[in-house]
């Protein structure tokens, strides 16, 4: 990876990639002159990216449409991440959403799309990923959780909390492979993920709000300083401290209310 100490990375497959975080580290990642596959439900969107970062920065960008919530659009993934000619040496699992409302408001539905997007496909795409990274001695994953993992708020937070744990104990099992993997917990961005989820942000102060490709920039440099949880910002590393020596009571009780109209997704 040009720029950092991960060498040779030449491929970065993003799920996600059309918005937001995922639309940042395909930027940055074809910035740095790599080649990209990207990943999405919506195809047009994914096309216009594709071509805009090939014409920009002269990199190859593959468009792969999957609906993350599918085993078929998992599959199709899983397909791209195991072909050994065309190696993926970064992959970047950001797709994921919202759902408003409190424990049982949610539709049953809903919660089980999530833990599918969410778990069910970090699982089987870092499974597939890591395979050929391991033969090939080197490679790298980067799971985007959230700071939401370590406070009591629902579904949302505890489908957070399972990709950190398992990136956590992936990590630590493929140590001295040459594989990295890394769960990334930002705070608030500044995102569509809030608008799509119907989510009101009027009462997020200012000073809560991350810049995606300035989360991005911090994230890929915590990848190669070998960090296996990312939490980039200064402010948000002051909260989780704060977090870790607060009674769990107490902190439900402040984040019970977050997912529901406001708070760190
Ligand atoms: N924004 C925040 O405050 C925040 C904070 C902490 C963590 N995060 C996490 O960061 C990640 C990215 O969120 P974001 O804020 O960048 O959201 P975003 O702007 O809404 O972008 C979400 C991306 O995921 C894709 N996506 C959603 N559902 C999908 C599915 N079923 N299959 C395939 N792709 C799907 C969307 O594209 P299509 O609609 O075209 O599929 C889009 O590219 C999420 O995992 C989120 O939980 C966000």
New binding site residues.
Partial sequence: MRGTNVPRMTTALI?????????AFARRLAAQGHNLVL????TA??REQATELHDRHGIEAEVLS????TDG?IEAVEKRLADRRHPIELLVN?????NKGRFLEVSMADEL?MLK??CE?VLRLTSAAVAGMRERGRGGVVN?????AFVPRGT?GAS?SWVVQFTQGAARDLAGSGVRLMAL??????????E?AGMGTDNIPNWMW?D?DKLVASALTDLTRGKTVSVPDPRYKALMGLVKVTPRGLLGGVTSRTGRKYG??
């Fill in positions: 799920t996600g990639a059309t918005a937001g975080i995922g639309a990943v999405a439900r919506d969107r994914l999957a609906d993350l919530s659009g950001n797709a994921g959403f919202g799309t997007v969410h496909a985007v959780a959230s700071v939401a949302y957070k917990c930002p705070g608030f961005v500044r995102t569509e993920f809030h799509r991350l995606a760190p997704q």
